[in-house]
């Protein structure tokens, strides 16, 4: 084979990569199947390979699905119910349904090492880089994924729910499942990235003492 073929392979390879991480989007709800254990594994791998200054690895995952749902659900209820401790518990009951919204919840948590010379802002931004790499994996499989955050994320009880320690940080859950089928005219337009871009120009000299 050839230079030429090969690279021309390539080219349309890559093309075809950059076409399916155009195409996603987030997904709300979603149905079964999940992703499989293997397939799932290989999403976690490429949360492994996302930027990580001082190679800290801070992103712990925490998987919820199966019957734990339903203990998840009661966990959401609870917390809201504790936000209004005058209003009957019944009126939370709808809470319960966001746990049944996939059949896959992944916890994004945060592990702060703060003895570490790395920045907390950027060993954060390392964990929201690995979720991205999932959240981009899950699409490529064919699968839907949506980041969701909300009052309960930021709730200390649901920390504790969660196990988690006083170092570690939720930033939201990943919700994963198989996407809805579309109806048409549903899918909303990504604008263009001209209006978020713009090239830097040194000052002038003059100008900056001024």
């Known amino acids: 084979m050839t230079s ?17 991480l155009l195409s996603r989007r987030s997904h709300w709800p979603l149905s079964a199947p999940a992703p499989t254990q293997q397939q799932l594994q290989h999403i976690f791998d490429a949360a492994m390979r996302a930027t ?56 994004l948590v945060a592990a702060v090492d703060l003895s570490s010379s790395v920045p907390e802002l950027e060993q954060l931004l390392c964990v929201g880089a690995a979720a991205m790499n999932m959240l981009n994996a899950i699409h490529l499989y064919g699968y839907g994924g949506f980041w969701a955050t909300g009052i309960d994320t930021y709730e200390p009880a649901m920390h504790r729910a969660l196990g988690l320690d006083a170092s570690e940080r939720l930033l939201g859950f990943l919700f994963v499942g198989t996407p809805q089928k579309e109806k048409e005219g549903q899918l909303t337009r990504r604008p263009s990235s001209d209006a978020y871009v713009r090239e830097w120009q040194p000052i002038q000299c003059d100008a900056a003492r001024a």
């Open 4 to 20: 030429t073929l090969i690279a021309d392979r390539a080219d349309r390879t890559s093309q075809t990569a950059i076409d399916l």
């Open 52 to 107: 990580d200054h001082g190679r800290l690895r801070p992103w712990r995952f925490i998987t919820i699905r199966d019957e734990a749902r339903h203990a998840f659900g009661d966990v959401l209820v609870d917390l809201a119910a504790a936000r209004a401790p005058d209003e009957a518990r019944s009126a939370h009951e709808h809470r319960r349904q966001r746990a049944m919204a996939a059949p896959l919840i992944i916890a």
